[in-house]
């Protein structure tokens, strides 16, 4: 049996340094199989999950000798963290490895929308000619809202300023004089609703942020601006956002997270045929790039722990 369980997808080659020192099992399809999972945690000492597995329940009931949790990234609500705690279980994310994909995301996302002329290739093939109507509009000059001003809303902030941006920030956490700040101007979150031309959400799931953006939020937000959320889903109120959308009231919307992962088909139909929205598979962290990243990290977190 292994002694390390990897049960979703990572840069296997990553693995080759555990793989001196213990019996590794890479199975990235046990996220789907958790009657499987169940059977081969009861001898793993470490487990190395991205945010599906959840490490929770029987899961970690069977997990009688796990020591480590490497997550691969750094959300942390698939995880019972007090439950690990009280266990004696270390979770370790991969603090900082994907904060440049996240932000590159949400910068692509951010263009795309406002300029909105990218969706145009079956019209013209067909002969048409639709300038007037795909006249969009510049990201220098716009001021960009970020909720929660970490690692990576710093990230963006940093990209989104060398393209003309106003930034501006909300974050409870942070203090006014905080030097992280920089040049982003502290506010409130109502007058960053009111004020931004696009919305970027940067904060973690908890009972305090679960459904921050609500439908009284969203209503406060100019009838032209843009959503991106490539945080957490549950943070956006997701049945208010597409009424909304269909009723015209804001410019557009890109999401990568959402209140239910993977999305059924069932779930998905509010969001069906509404022009102006984005939806992207969680993916927003993941190139090629910050994949080798977060996998080097995350394992060499788990060994830290298991080699000391």
Known sequence: MADIIVSEFMDEAALEAARLDFDVLYAPDLVDRPEALLAEIATAKGLIVRNRTQVRGVLLEAATRLKVV???????DNIDMAACDAMG???????GANDLSVAEYVITSALLMLRGAYHSADAVAAGQWPRGRLMGREISGKILGLVGYGAIARETAMRAEALGMRIIGFDPFLDEGAPQWGRTAKVTLETLLQSADVVS???PLTAETRNLIDDKALKSMK??????NAARG???DE????????????????????ETEPVSAQDGAKFADIPNLILTPHIAGVTSESNIRVSSVTVANVLSVLQS
Do not use: K, Q, S, Y
């Open 70 to 76: 490497g997550r691969l990234g750094v959300g942390l």
């Open 89 to 95: 279980i270390a979770v370790r994310p991969a603090t």
């Open 201 to 203: 959400l940067h904060v």
């Open 223 to 228: 009838p032209d601006a843009i959503l991106i």
């Open 234 to 236: 549950g943070v956006v």
């Open 239 to 258: 049945a208010a956002l597409a009424a909304l959308l269909r009723e015209g009231h804001l410019g557009g919307a890109a999401l990568d997270v959402f």
